[in-house]
């Protein structure tokens, strides 16, 4: 069974940092991950991408210059590294993963892990 | 960046009836749309993939259509437990993106 597993989440005040991680089991972890968002009673936002060996990573215009998306094979986890947190950041964050390569549809989301920045 | 513009925002539907979703790209996006089901308090649900493709397990009152810049999700025969919350997602170019959503809420 697919399982990825969000943690990390949490309060922080606006400007601060918050590292989540997502921890993949039950299939070979070499697909594509995204990390994508989702605001109270809004649709999910795309935030990131990186590939299966982490030498290719994409970001959405509003977290470019302040996430870093990463991932440890060996480990089977995914992480998004937030810096200078601003609050229209928070959100529910879901790790997500496409078969990669191609224009490939996310098939398998994560529960989530909400992030609230607030002062 | 593409913009998905779904419609209608909310629909109220009696059990058995059929729901039809639409979903407008805002540039031609080939088939490259999927549609997703996220119900309360949980994360979305991956329905069908390349505007007309059933994911794995999904039932087959859902089925999807559509090229280029329109596509449309229907259901069948609704049943109770497909209250919920639907999107399109692109995935032809970045940034990847997602429409609005459509509730859909059992009468």
Known sequence: EVQLVESGGGLVQPGGSLRLSCSASGFTFNYWMHWVRQAPGKGPVWVSRINSDGSRTDYADSVKGRFTISRDNAKNTLYLQMNSLRVEDSAVYYCARERGGGELPIDYWGQGTLVTVSS | ?107
Do not use: M
């Not at chain 2, 280029?68 to 497909?82: Q, Y």
């Open chain 2, 1 to 107: 960046e593409i913009v998905l513009t779904q419609s209608p925002d909310f629909q109220s539907v009696t059990p058995k009836e059929k729901v039809t979703i639409t979903c407008r790209a805002s540039q031609s996006i080939g088939s490259s749309l999927h549609w997703y089901q996220q119900k309360p308090d949980q994360s979305p649900k991956l329905l069908i993939k390349y505007a007309s493709q059933s994911f794995s397990g999904v039932p087959s009152r859902f089925s999807g259509s559509g090229s280029g810049t329109d596509f449309t999700l229907t259901i069948n025969s609704l049943e109770a437990e497909d209250a919920a919350t639907y999107y399109c997602h692109q995935s032809r170019s970045l940034p990847l993106t997602f429409g609005g959503g459509t509730k859909v809420e059992i009468k």
